[in-house]
């Protein structure tokens, strides 16, 4: 199927959304005024120890972080002693700590690099049998000659000249890290990747046909990102001028506008109500009238369309979904668990489905990074309101 990339901006939004045959696959959005901190990488100072938790670092821009599990980096050395970090997650409020490791990673479509680790070149889990990973992993370490590296599922089709490029952009990008560390005074090293970017990182190795930028000023800012990210995607990159919006090509802001509701309607029937709260996300599959084995098809769909509605809305944390199904038992129930697990098997997050409880739920767990896509949205239009 096509896929095209597609980045505007909107108001006090930058957006970007990959489609795939017409339909939104992923969605990525920035608040313009305060870009998502994860993935910056800082020269920090270490402050405070706080047992059972970590040690808190001051950050380049003022913040906190949290260090939970030092990595090679450190921060193993004394308060006020200097260290680089990259934030791995954003605070959840404003009296909360940023979560950031010492061993950052620089991501790519194909690969990953630990520019201040060791040489060692792994593979993904996601990437076969442990024989698998372990060929890849070798045909890796040949290809990049060195460093520290985790080969993606996707590197397993890509041609040893995708590889090479991306491994050397990848490794600019790591030196560029390794000299700034060497400085004083906390600061901002890197920062995180745009909307832009983490769209193409989410997206792996699926190949995307074309790149379509709106105001067509942007293109050059794009595309050096784009090439210090996936080189040769660039060449894809094609301005947009209207009329009529970039977004208005796939009736875009429709689909964005059902991802903030909470129902959500099957096209073979049947809904899911999918409610955020405090402590975790609530999900009720309702398979409608359909009697018989009509039913379970409406549900195995509805664990299709679970999986993609948590992408797209970014919601993380502790999930719970009730299927009729699994609260009957039986066979159909570990069907639709069978069902679901194959379909988060491709989240860009780590995705895990834990299984039924004695009640009948399914209960899964998905990486949080920031907020999700509907508090970043509120957030802006209640700033600009």
Same mark, same amino acid.
């Given at each position: 199927m096509v896929a095209?990339?597609?980045?505007?901006?909107?108001?006090?939004?930058?957006?970007a959304a990959i489609v795939e045959a017409g339909r939104l696959a992923h969605i990525e959005i920035d608040r313009l005024d305060r870009p998502s901190p994860v993935g910056a990488i800082h020269r920090a100072r270490v402050g405070r120890a706080a047992p059972g938790l970590g040690t808190f670092v001051a950050l380049g821009d003022g913040t906190t972080g949290l260090v939970a599990r030092p990595g090679p980096g450190g921060p193993g050395?004394?308060?006020?002693?200097?260290?680089?970090?990259?934030?791995?997650?954003?605070?959840t409020a404003p009296d909360k700590a940023a979560t950031v490791t010492t061993d950052p990673i620089l991501a790519g479509r194909l690969l990953l690099h630990r520019p201040l680790a060791a040489d060692q070149v792994a593979a993904s889990a996601r990437a076969g049998d442990r024989a698998a990973r372990a060929a890849l992993?070798?045909?890796?370490?040949?290809?990049?000659?060195?460093?520290?590296?985790?080969?993606?599922?996707?590197?397993?089709?890509?041609? $040893?000249? +995708? &590889?090479? %490029?991306?491994a050397a952009a990848l490794r600019a990008r790591g030196r560029a890290v390794a000299a700034a560390a060497a400085g004083g005074t906390p600061a901002v090293i890197a920062p995180g990747p745009d909307a832009a970017a983490r769209a193409v990182i989410a997206w792996g190795g699926r190949p995307l046909d074309t790149v379509r930028v709106e105001p067509a000023g942007e293109r050059g800012r794009l595309g050096a990102g784009l090439d210090a990210l996936a080189p040769g995607l660039?060449?894809?990159?094609?301005?947009?001028?209207?009329?009529?919006?970039?977004?208005?090509?796939?009736?875009? $802001?429709? +689909? &964005?506008? %059902?991802?903030m509701r909470p129902r959500v309607a099957l096209p073979s029937g049947g809904n899911l109500m999918i409610e955020p709260t405090e402590a975790l996300v609530a999900v009720d599959v309702n398979p409608g009238v359909t009697a018989g084995g009509g039913a379970l098809n409406v549900e195995l769909a509805a664990a299709a369309e679970l999986a993609r509605q948590l992408r797209l809305r970014h919601l993380g944390g502790m999930i719970v979904a009730d299927f009729p199904a699994t609260r009957r038992g039986g066979s159909?129930?570990?069907?639709?668990?069978?069902?679901?697990?194959?379909?988060?098997? $491709?989240?860009?997050?780590?995705?895990r489905v834990l299984g039924i409880t004695r009640l009948g739920l399914i209960e899964l767990s998905r990486r949080r990074r920031g907020p999700s896509l509907a508090e970043i949205v509120r957030a802006a239009s209640a700033r600009g309101a």
């Open positions: 095209e990339l597609l980045v505007d901006r909107a108001g006090p939004l930058g957006r050395r004394g308060a006020g002693a200097g260290v680089v970090v990259q934030v791995t997650a954003a605070s992993a070798r045909r890796v370490a040949a290809l990049t000659g060195g460093g520290a590296w985790i080969a993606r599922a996707a590197a397993a089709a890509a041609g $040893d000249d +995708q &590889l090479r %490029a991306e660039s060449d894809r990159l094609v301005p947009h001028r209207p009329p009529p919006p970039l977004f208005d090509l796939h009736d875009l $802001d429709s +689909q &964005l506008d %059902a991802l159909d129930g570990e069907r639709v668990l069978v069902a679901l697990r194959a379909a988060t098997a $491709d989240d860009p997050e780590d995705c």
